[in-house]
Structures are given as C-alpha cells and as structure tokens.
C-alpha cells in the first residue's frame, strides 16, 4: 500500500518510539520481565561453583591445642545430576611443654551422577523452566505490540476526529451561506416556521462541531498523559507487510500447551512408577599425608566406589572401600531396605486426579493450536477483506483526483466557481488524510499478525 505525503509533521514509526520509550506501562513490562529473569536465575544458583572456608574446631585440652580449619569448592552446572566436589582439611595439634607438634593435611575429592533409567527421565524441572521462560517473552513481546497498536489506534482516532471537524465546518459554513441567501432573495421569511427549522439544523451542526472541537482537544490531552510525549500529526507511514503465515508448530501459546502437556504426562509418571528407578553411581578419594616435627611423614590414601538402584518402596546399594597405608585393606558393603505400600488408596486418588489433569492437559493443548488455527484463518480472510476496501477507496481517491484537475482547468477558464474548486480540493485532502487512516489500519493489523505468531 502506497501512502502520500499530506500535511503533518512526524512519521509514525518516530512517533510510537517515542511513547514506548516514555510509557510507564512498558517500563514494567521490562521490570516485570527482569523480575521473572532474576527469579529463575536464583532458583539456579545452586547448581553455581561454591566456595566454603570454615574455621573448624578449635580442642584445648590439658596438654595440646587441636585445630580444624578447611575449605572445599563444588562444582555446579556441569549437568543436572552430575556433582564434582574437592577440598582440603587440615589438623594441627602442638603440644605443651616437650610434645612434638604435628600436622596433618588431607585433600580429597568426590563425584556423583545420578541416571534415570529408561523407564522414565524426569525433565519435570526443564520443563518448567522451559515454560517459565517461554511465558516471559511472550508477556513482554505480546505487551509491547499491544501497546503500539494502541498508540496507533489512538492517533487513527485523533485524525478522523480531525477530518470530522473538517467536514462539519465546511457543511456548516455552506448551510449558513445558503441561509442567507435564501433571506436575501426572499425564499425564507424571517420569523417563519421554514427560518425557525433552518435555524434549528444549523444551531445542530455548530453544536456538533464544538463537540468534535472538543473530543478533538481531549484526545490530544489524553494522548500526551498516557504516553508523556505531546501529539504530533503524522505526515507519512510505512508499508505495512500482511502476510499471514501458518507453522505446523504453531504459536508460543500452542508450545506452552504442549509443554504442560509433557509436564502432566511426567507428574502421572512420577506417581504411577514410572520415575521409580533410579542409579547413581559414586567415587571418593582421600590421601591423608601426616608431618611431625620429631618423625618422618605418614602418608595413606583410601578411596570408595559406589552404586545404588532405589524405587518407590525400595533400595539397594553395594559400596567398595579400599585404603592403603603400607598395606592393601579393601571391604565390601551390601545394604538393601524394601517397605510395603500401605497408602494404597490414596495413591490410587492421587492418580486419578494426575489422570484428569493429564485429560485437561491435552484439551488445553488441542484447544490451543485450534485456537491458533481459527486466528490464522481468521486473519487471512480480514487482510482480504482490508486490501479489497483498500484498492476501493484508492479507485474513487484517483476518480477525485482527476475531478479535482478537471475542476481547476475549469476554473481557470472562469467556467468553474471557487466554491467547485474548494469543495473539489476538499474533498481530495480528506482523501489523502483517509490514505493515512488506512495505512496506519494496516499496521494495526499487520502487529495483531505478529501478535499470532509469537
């Protein structure tokens, strides 16, 4: 869609800008957006490097003084279930009077990985963030094009009021010429039932165009307060792209739907025993090295490796301990607990609700992309209809036009009144301000396509 220049002042684009970027209402979209940013990068700052320094204990006895001071440092992020820690404990005993002082330093090191077995990989927490993340773009994306279609819409409003007042005080600046034409040449009588009625429409049309004065003043008013920058008329508006596309996939509505889909699925699993299994796998390592001041140093090292297969009512684990100071001394531990069910029932209740939350679930899903499938249909046949009034009104602005030439050639010859010439010329600027009206109509619904399409 092609748009001419008329006389304003400011392009729509510069002027949206502007009202976002003094819009309140924008400004907490983006605080509510860092909020739900913040929140979630908390929630993950366990999985973080840590650093942990303690003083330990610190034993007076009779005759020697004990510390205890260690650090360790984990390493988070690696993987959801991963974890590698590693430190270093130090113990210091000096003696009174002739006791020797000793030291012992121990570093150490351990690393655990949890495996869901194929039964069932809880992405419960994924999923959530997933959601979570996804619904904070969309609140802000969805809220910040809203907020410029009603910047827009607020100055189509501004501008028909405009052509409005234009109408009404050309109608009524005719409709008072005929009056007093018609007393002058006698065809109305003063005082007359016909004077009377003529007074009475054009005491309408006057008020009618002080009230569009003063919408006209309102919106202006209203305009600068919501939006903190004063009104300007627009003199030119881009072109706006109409294409509506559909995605298999569809929108960020549908992909949240189904995501809560998978989520009720996983929260059925869960429950039903699906998440009941479970290995972890686990290894240490300490090498504990002794100095004294009156011997030589000791040194020894020791190490485990474990695993573990637990259930909901069970649990079996095997750990290997091996240490070596001088001497090879390995062990062996089996351990295993099982528990019977006794809350049947109440399991069962639990599983039926998950059940019907997991049938919602699908509905919402099911729902949701019909949702998006009707708009998309929906949308295409309004882009229809709009370019099809759009190139109707660009016909009978064009046959304007050429009446406007016409007229002007006819008037130059003295074969036209300046009355013809002014409601010709008229009649061509409401075209032309219209033109704006429906390009910026356009852009309105071209931010409503993309509204779909988050």
């Known amino acids: 869609m092609c748009v001419q220049s008329v006389v304003f002042a400011i392009d729509i684009d510069s002027l949206v800008d502007g009202a976002v970027a003094n819009s309140v209402s924008i400004e907490k979209l983006g605080i509510t957006k860092e909020n739900s940013l913040a929140s979630s990068q908390l929630a993950d700052l366990e999985d973080e490097t840590k650093v942990s320094v303690s003083s330990g204990t610190v034993l007076l006895q009779k005759d020697s003084l004990t510390m205890n001071p260690s650090v360790s440092v984990s390493l988070g992020g690696l993987d959801d279930d991963l974890s590698v820690d590693f430190g270093v404990a130090n113990q210091t005993s000096i003696g009174f009077g002739n006791e020797l002082k000793s030291s012992t330093v121990t570093p150490s090191a351990s690393v655990s990985k949890t495996f869901d077995l194929p039964s069932f990989v809880d992405e419960r927490d994924s999923i959530a963030k997933a959601i979570n993340a996804l619904q904070r773009e ?228 099911d729902s949701a992309k019909q949702s998006y499938d009707d708009t998309v249909r929906s949308l295409s046949i309004e882009v229809q209809d709009f370019k099809a009034t759009v190139e109707a009104f660009e016909v009978e602005a064009q046959y304007n036009q050429r009446i406007l030439e016409y007229t002007t050639a006819l008037y130059e010859k003295g074969m036209a009144s300046e009355s013809e010439l002014s409601d010709a010329k008229a009649t061509v600027a409401k075209d032309d301000a219209n033109r704006i009206v429906y390009a910026l109509q356009a852009l309105v619904l071209e931010n409503r396509i993309k509204i779909n399409e988050l």
Do not use: C, H
């Open 138 to 365: 969309l609140n802000y994306s969805k809220g910040v094009l809203e907020f410029e279609n009603g910047v827009i819409n607020d100055v189509i409003s501004i501008i028909q009021t405009t052509i409005s007042i234009e109408t009404s005080q050309r109608e009524l600046e005719r409709r008072q010429k005929n009056y007093e034409s018609d007393i002058a040449l006698g065809v109305i009588n003063e005082g007359s039932l016909s004077d009377m009625k003529t007074q009475m429409e054009l005491s309408k049309l006057s008020t009618s165009l002080e009230n569009y004065r003063t919408q006209l003043e309102t919106a202006k008013r209203s305009f600068y307060n919501d939006y903190g920058i004063a009104y300007e008329d627009v003199d030119s508006v881009r072109e706006a792209v109409l294409d509506v596309a559909s995605s298999s996939d569809g929108n960020t509505n549908v992909m949240i739907s189904k995501l809560n889909l998978d989520k009720a699925q996983q929260e059925l699993d869960a429950k039903t025993g699906g998440a009941g299994e479970a290995l972890k796998l686990s290894s240490s390592l300490e090498a504990p090295v002794t100095f004294s001041s009156g011997a030589d140093a000791k040194a020894s090292v020791s190490g485990s490796v474990g695993a573990e297969i637990s259930g909901s009512n069970y649990r079996v684990s095997a750990t290997a301990n091996a240490k070596y100071d001088g001497s090879f001394s390995p062990s062996l531990t089996i351990r295993g607990t099982w528990s019977n069910r006794t809350d049947k029932k109440a399991t069962d209740l639990e599983v039926l609700t998950l059940e019907n939350d997991l049938i919602v679930a699908q509905m919402n899903y």
